[in-house]
Structures are given as C-alpha cells and as structure tokens.
C-alpha cells in the first residue's frame, strides 16, 4: 500500500502530504548510498577493500570516515564513519544487488576470504537462500562491527509466500 492508496482516507493538508510523498518517491530508482558507524576504521576499510573487493572512492582519516564506490565508480557509494563504541553501538543492515550467479558462488568466494556465510536467520550454511515472498536468492554475513550484509538477486520466479525462507535447492525441488 503506497501514499495514493491512503490518500482518499484524509482530506485538507494530511491528503495534500500523503500526495506530495508519492510524486516524490515516484521518481527514485535505487539508494545510492548507505552509511554504517564502525568502531575501527581502518580494520573496516581492510574488511571492505580487501576481504570483499570493494573500490575505496575516498577516506579522510583524520575525520574518521571512508567512502567505497559500490558497483561502478559513481553507481553506488558506502560510507564508514568511525566512532560508534560501547552499549548505543547500532547493528545495521544492507544487501549488495548481484547477478545470480554472484550470490551462487558467493557461499564459496565468502569462505575463501574469510567470512562466515549465512541465512536468513544468522545460521551458516553451504548454499544461498531463497525468500519466498520476492522471490530473492541471497546469502548473508557479517562485517567487523556485526553489521549484517547481504548479497542478493530478484528471482525472475513468480512469489511463493508458503515457501517462507529456504535453501537455494528446495526452492528448485518445489514441484
């Protein structure tokens, strides 16, 4: 349900707003950045440049902050900004967009690096997930901070909500 739908339920200003919110969004195609507070920049700039391959687009250290390009330079950007320590530390999350074979080797290049693949729920496992209501290939897993990553590809499959969330191969065996 979008902004147009609850439109006809408000009148005056309320209506005005709920309007306005839908030609705003009418016009996005993607998020082109994403931000995560870490606690260790330079072990966070290691982790996204080394271990995953991302493209450093900037990093000012003596402010704390670092900027990967994500995809093609200009396409995509995740910034790191140091300074998040102790009990308010947030856990965020956010998935790469990929081809599907990239999420199908990704269980295996993960490992080769170091990194701990996972499902949905944080378990490991040895093969991507599928999330039946998209339906989404994905496999996740996490940075330095804990924040949880994702890489993920729309299925061109029509959804299967009964399907809930399960392994790469019983979404092919579904009949």
Do not use: C
């Amino acid at each position: 349900m979008g902004a147009q739908d609850l439109a006809p339920l408000f009148h005056g200003r309320a209506r005005s707003i709920l309007s306005s919110m839908h030609r705003i969004a009418a016009g996005f195609d993607g998020i082109y950045e994403t931000h995560l507070a870490v606690a260790d920049l330079g072990r966070s700039v290691a982790f996204y440049k080394d271990r995953l391959g991302l493209a450093l687009a900037a990093e000012f250290p003596e402010r704390g902050i670092a900027f990967f390009w994500v995809g093609s330079p200009q396409a995509g950007m995740l910034g790191l900004w140091q300074g998040v320590r102790g009990p308010l530390r947030t856990v965020s999350h956010f998935g790469f967009r990929a081809p599907r074979a990239r999420v199908l080797s990704a269980v295996s290049d993960l490992r080769a690096a170091g990194i701990d693949p996972l499902g949905f729920n944080g378990e490991p496992v040895d093969e991507p997930v599928v999330l039946g209501w998209m339906p989404a290939l994905s496999v996740y897993f996490k940075d330095p901070d804990g924040h949880s990553l994702e890489i993920l590809h729309r299925l061109d499959d029509p959804a299967d909500p009964a399907f809930g969330v399960g392994s790469w191969s019983a979404w092919q065996r579904r009949g």
